[in-house]
């Protein structure tokens, strides 16, 4: 990805030097070739994003097992996980809003940024509309998820599927296992075509920047570097603020002996780009170096590698809102409370592998009408920043299970300096 974006942008900014903005042939080989490849890549992944969404949040559910039977270790779970969630992306939106990255293109360049970009948006990613007030909370519920579903409207989706989970943790039948298999079949056949889309990407990636930079010039750079810079403050703030407030006044552990001992998995995490792959070493320091019981660290990580993804959903809402900015797309409230349910429930359904949450963020984008070109712009530097929020996640997780294990039985924790 890290060579497409040096290719787009050089080839780019090249054409946009010789052959000059207004040059017919760049033009035209914006329209016949750079676009089209770009709209096939983004078609690939539009195309996985419901069976993804479904698959990955009714398994991320189910996976809590029979609500009735865990009682209080599956509710605290559940409980700190809405709450941490909602704070990360409150916080990365409240950043965005504030510092303002995707600011500082001229009026006329936006416009023509946006000349046929929300067609082309919205004939890949069609919206359900504009929704305010009672109207966003009444169609949460779904009359029809088929059609919910064919519509692109993804809140309704996301609702059906936890619906679904809950509906598996509380039905113990032979069939609802077998039922709960094939589902976790879907969501294997989803994962491995969504890695072969992903080896597209780096040719994605060229087109869709190529684009922007033959129209933009090195401005697209300038604002890029300021995107990246917001994102990684506000997984900083997350990370060694939030983090170390909730390990310290919900798991009564010092913050600086919660990092010492989970240094291994931050490490693990940060080379990977995985929560999955870090998951046997976040079990390991939770057991030897933060000392917690074992059946509450391994339910709360196993569980949180999928469902707790923190610096995923803060990720989502910066990204919206910064490339809402760039092409000046103005977000009504009811828009921006719509992006902050779907990065708080995407942050429980997407899957802790690298870049899980592009198809995501893709939907996202096309859902509030922001052209989905931008995501070109996004993967350019998102290997680093999924290094950067899965560190983040997995931290998390560890985090939740201190929270949890305080008051569920012995635990030989170090104690406090």
């Not at 990955?56 to 559940?78: E, M, N, P, Y």
């Amino acid at each position: 990805m890290l060579a497409g974006l040096a290719v787009g942008i050089g080839a780019g900014a090249a054409a946009r030097w010789l052959l000059g903005e207004e040059s017919q042939g760049l033009a035209r080989f914006i329209e016949y070739v750079a676009q089209p490849v770009g709209q096939i890549f983004l078609r690939l992944l539009f195309m996985l994003v419901i069976p993804l969404v479904f698959s990955a949040l009714v398994l991320g559910i189910a996976g809590l097992g029979d609500l009735r039977s865990l009682g209080r270790i599956g509710a605290k779970t559940f409980v700190y996980t809405l709450a941490v969630s909602s704070i990360a992306v409150f916080l990365g939106i409240f950043l965005v809003n504030v510092l303002q990255p995707g600011r500082g293109l001229p009026p006329e360049t936006q416009a023509r940024l946006l000349e046929g970009a929300a067609a082309r948006a919205s004939a890949i990613a069609p919206s359900p509309g504009q929704r305010s007030g009672m109207d966003l909370i009444l169609q949460l519920v779904p009359t029809n998820p088929i059609r919910a579903a064919a519509d692109g409207d993804i809140l309704a989706v996301m609702f059906f599927a936890l619906m679904f989970g809950i509906g598996l943790c509380l039905v113990r039948t032979d069939a609802s296992r077998h039922l709960e298999r094939g589902i976790e079949g879907l969501y294997d056949v989803t994962m491995r075509l969504i890695q072969m889309v992903i080896r597209l990407a780096p040719f994605g990636v060229a087109a869709l920047l190529f684009t922007l930079t033959a129209q933009l010039g090195y401005d697209v750079l300038v604002l890029l570097g300021r995107y990246v810079g917001v994102v990684v403050l506000a997984l900083a703030i997350h990370q060694f603020v939030v983090y170390s407030l909730a390990v310290k006044l919900l798991g009564g552990m010092s913050p600086l002996t919660f990092f010492r001992g989970i240094q291994d998995a931050m490490l693990v995490a940060f080379s990977t780009a995985s929560s999955n792959a870090t998951l046997p070493t976040a079990l390991d320091v939770a057991q030897r170096g933060l000392k917690l019981p074992p059946h509450v660290s391994r339910f709360v990580l196993t569980i949180g590698a999928t469902a707790n993804q923190n610096g995923t959903a803060l990720f989502e809402g910066v990204t919206v809102l910064f490339l809402a900015q760039f092409y000046g797309v103005a977000l009504t409230l009811g828009q921006q409370a719509t992006v902050v349910l779907i990065c708080i429930m995407g942050g429980i359904g997407t899957a802790g592998v690298p870049a899980g949450s592009i198809p995501i963020l893709a939907m996202i984008l096309g859902l509030v009408g922001i052209p989905v070109e931008g995501i070109g712009l996004i993967l350019g530097a998102d290997r680093f920043l999924d290094m950067c929020r899965t560190t983040l996640n997995v931290t998390g997780d560890l985090a939740a299970a201190v929270v949890v294990s305080r008051g569920e039985g012995d635990v030989s924790r170090p104690p406090l300096p």
